[in-house]
């Protein structure tokens, strides 16, 4: 079993910078592929990032069109935590980021229902 913890949300201004934390533990996270997702007030969660371990040490990223220049995934040395880098942040950022994994998949999905482990979500707050 895989517990997933997010941490870093926060109330910040527009334009601010915030990271957050994605730790992992029952397992060694670093060949999992892992996505940051995000659900404002009232809508549906949806993709924002998403990293996926290609062999090695090497990773790939993709990121929904709205985080695309703004957002960062990495890892951590050990592949253990993963975080999002998010900068010039806007209202429309707000809401509650979750992070999510899954052991078998190989590809950067965007879709929901291929990660079968899911954090508790951290609210991010950016005001105007």
């Known amino acids: 079993q895989v517990h997933l913890v997010e941490s870093g949300g926060g109330l910040v201004q527009a334009e601010d910078s915030l990271t957050l934390s994605c730790a992992a533990s029952?397992?060694?996270?670093?060949?999992?592929?892992v996505a940051w997702f995000r659900q404002a007030p009232g809508k549906e969660r949806v993709f924002v990032a998403v990293n996926t371990w290609i062999g090695g040490t090497s990773y790939y990223a993709e990121y929904a069109e709205s985080a695309k220049g703004r957002f960062t995934i990495s890892r951590d040395n050990t592949g253990n935590t993963v975080y999002l880098q998010m900068n010039s942040l806007k209202a429309e950022d707000t809401a509650v980021y979750y992070c999510?994994?899954?052991?078998?998949?190989?590809?950067?999905?965007?879709?929901?229902?291929?990660?079968?482990?899911w954090g508790q979500g951290t609210q991010v707050t950016v005001s105007s």
């Open positions: 029952g397992r060694t996270f670093s060949s999992f592929t």
């Open positions: 999510a994994a899954s052991f078998g998949l190989r590809s950067a999905s965007r879709r929901k229902g291929d990660y079968e482990y």
